[in-house]
Protein backbone atom coordinates (compact mmCIF):
# COMPACT_ATOMS: atom_id res chain seq x y z
CA UNK A 1 0.00 0.00 0.00
CA UNK A 2 2.93 2.67 0.94
CA UNK A 3 4.54 1.61 -2.73
CA UNK A 4 2.00 2.08 -4.26
CA UNK A 5 1.02 5.79 -2.33
CA UNK A 6 4.64 6.70 -3.41
CA UNK A 7 4.69 5.30 -7.04
CA UNK A 8 1.29 6.11 -8.41
CA UNK A 9 2.08 6.03 -12.11
CA UNK A 10 4.06 2.52 -11.64
CA UNK A 11 1.35 1.42 -10.14
CA UNK A 12 -1.68 2.55 -11.96
CA UNK A 13 0.90 0.88 -15.35
CA UNK A 14 1.25 -2.78 -13.68
CA UNK A 15 -2.65 -2.75 -12.79
CA UNK A 16 -3.59 -1.58 -16.53
CA UNK A 17 -0.90 -4.42 -17.76
CA UNK A 18 -2.72 -6.74 -15.45
CA UNK A 19 -6.05 -5.61 -16.79
CA UNK A 20 -5.03 -6.31 -20.27
CA UNK A 21 -4.08 -9.55 -19.83
CA UNK A 22 -6.84 -10.60 -18.07
CA UNK A 23 -10.09 -9.02 -20.04
CA UNK A 24 -11.82 -11.84 -18.40
CA UNK A 25 -11.62 -10.77 -14.80
CA UNK A 26 -11.81 -6.95 -16.00
CA UNK A 27 -15.09 -7.84 -16.92
CA UNK A 28 -16.16 -9.79 -14.28
CA UNK A 29 -14.67 -6.45 -11.80
CA UNK A 30 -16.96 -3.92 -13.58
CA UNK A 31 -20.35 -6.39 -14.00
CA UNK A 32 -19.71 -6.67 -10.25
CA UNK A 33 -19.37 -2.94 -8.77
CA UNK A 34 -22.54 -2.19 -12.07
CA UNK A 35 -24.49 -4.87 -9.53
CA UNK A 36 -23.22 -3.22 -6.60
CA UNK A 37 -24.14 0.44 -7.33
CA UNK A 38 -27.55 -0.79 -8.78
CA UNK A 39 -28.46 -2.50 -5.60
CA UNK A 40 -27.34 0.73 -3.55
CA UNK A 41 -29.30 3.21 -6.07
CA UNK A 42 -32.71 1.22 -5.38
CA UNK A 43 -31.68 0.09 -1.59
CA UNK A 44 -31.52 4.16 -0.96
CA UNK A 45 -34.89 4.75 -3.13
CA UNK A 46 -36.85 2.29 -1.75
CA UNK A 47 -35.86 3.88 1.62
CA UNK A 48 -37.28 7.22 0.72
CA UNK A 49 -39.87 6.17 -1.18
CA UNK A 50 -41.38 4.21 1.82
CA UNK A 51 -41.40 0.78 0.19
CA UNK A 52 -41.44 0.38 -3.73
CA UNK A 53 -39.91 3.59 -5.51
CA UNK A 54 -42.48 5.55 -7.33
CA UNK A 55 -41.87 9.50 -8.06
CA UNK A 56 -43.53 11.59 -4.46
CA UNK A 57 -44.83 13.95 -7.15
CA UNK A 58 -46.83 12.00 -10.59
CA UNK A 59 -46.06 8.47 -9.20
CA UNK A 60 -43.45 7.24 -12.34
CA UNK A 61 -42.47 3.95 -11.29
CA UNK A 62 -39.52 2.99 -13.31
CA UNK A 63 -36.05 2.87 -11.36
CA UNK A 64 -33.80 4.50 -14.35
CA UNK A 65 -35.76 7.49 -14.31
CA UNK A 66 -35.70 8.40 -10.01
CA UNK A 67 -33.68 10.58 -8.29
CA UNK A 68 -32.65 11.30 -4.64
CA UNK A 69 -34.30 15.45 -3.78
CA UNK A 70 -33.40 17.77 -1.24
CA UNK A 71 -37.02 18.90 -0.08
CA UNK A 72 -35.74 21.59 0.74
CA UNK A 73 -33.95 22.73 -2.08
CA UNK A 74 -30.16 23.40 -1.95
CA UNK A 75 -29.19 20.31 -3.72
CA UNK A 76 -25.92 21.38 -5.18
CA UNK A 77 -24.59 23.50 -2.50
CA UNK A 78 -25.20 20.40 -0.06
CA UNK A 79 -23.39 17.69 -2.71
CA UNK A 80 -20.53 20.49 -3.24
CA UNK A 81 -19.99 20.84 0.95
CA UNK A 82 -20.14 16.84 1.22
CA UNK A 83 -17.85 16.44 -1.71
CA UNK A 84 -20.18 13.44 -3.25
CA UNK A 85 -22.21 13.14 -6.24
CA UNK A 86 -23.67 10.19 -8.07
CA UNK A 87 -23.13 6.90 -6.08
CA UNK A 88 -20.92 8.28 -3.82
CA UNK A 89 -24.15 10.04 -2.51
CA UNK A 90 -26.08 7.37 -2.27
CA UNK A 91 -23.43 5.59 -0.07
CA UNK A 92 -22.95 8.82 2.21
CA UNK A 93 -26.78 8.69 2.69
CA UNK A 94 -26.38 4.91 3.38
CA UNK A 95 -23.39 5.67 5.77
CA UNK A 96 -25.35 9.10 7.66
CA UNK A 97 -28.35 6.46 8.39
CA UNK A 98 -30.85 7.84 5.98
CA UNK A 99 -30.70 11.51 7.06
CA UNK A 100 -34.29 13.56 6.80
CA UNK A 101 -34.89 16.09 4.31
CA UNK A 102 -34.86 13.97 1.14
CA UNK A 103 -37.51 12.01 -0.85
CA UNK A 104 -38.16 10.65 -4.37
CA UNK A 105 -38.69 12.21 -7.52
CA UNK A 106 -38.37 11.55 -11.15
CA UNK A 107 -36.31 13.20 -13.30
CA UNK A 108 -38.38 15.57 -14.83
CA UNK A 109 -40.19 16.78 -11.45
CA UNK A 110 -36.99 17.36 -10.13
CA UNK A 111 -35.50 19.02 -13.10
CA UNK A 112 -39.42 21.50 -13.28
CA UNK A 113 -39.21 22.29 -9.30
CA UNK A 114 -35.59 23.32 -9.52
CA UNK A 115 -35.62 25.48 -12.57
CA UNK A 116 -39.29 26.56 -12.29
CA UNK A 117 -39.99 26.53 -8.83
CA UNK A 118 -43.02 23.87 -8.90
CA UNK A 119 -43.94 21.10 -10.90
CA UNK A 120 -47.04 21.27 -13.92
CA UNK A 121 -47.88 17.64 -12.42
CA UNK A 122 -49.03 20.06 -9.26
CA UNK A 123 -50.53 23.00 -11.49
CA UNK A 124 -54.07 22.64 -13.23
CA UNK A 125 -56.34 24.61 -15.13
CA UNK A 126 -59.73 24.76 -12.67
CA UNK A 127 -63.05 24.82 -14.80
CA UNK A 128 -63.62 28.51 -14.08
CA UNK A 129 -60.27 28.98 -15.49
CA UNK A 130 -58.73 29.74 -12.20
CA UNK A 131 -55.02 28.49 -11.70
CA UNK A 132 -54.72 26.01 -8.97
CA UNK A 133 -51.84 24.22 -6.96
CA UNK A 134 -52.25 20.94 -5.62
CA UNK A 135 -49.27 20.58 -2.83
CA UNK A 136 -46.41 17.86 -3.55
Request: net charge positive.
Amino acid sequence: MAWRKANPERSREIQRKYWERNPERYAELLSGRKRERSELRVRVLRHYAGGDPSCACCGERETRFLVVDHTEGGGNKHRKEIGRVGTHFYKWLLENEFPPGFRVLCHNCNFSIGAYGDCPHRTFVRGDGDISVTPP
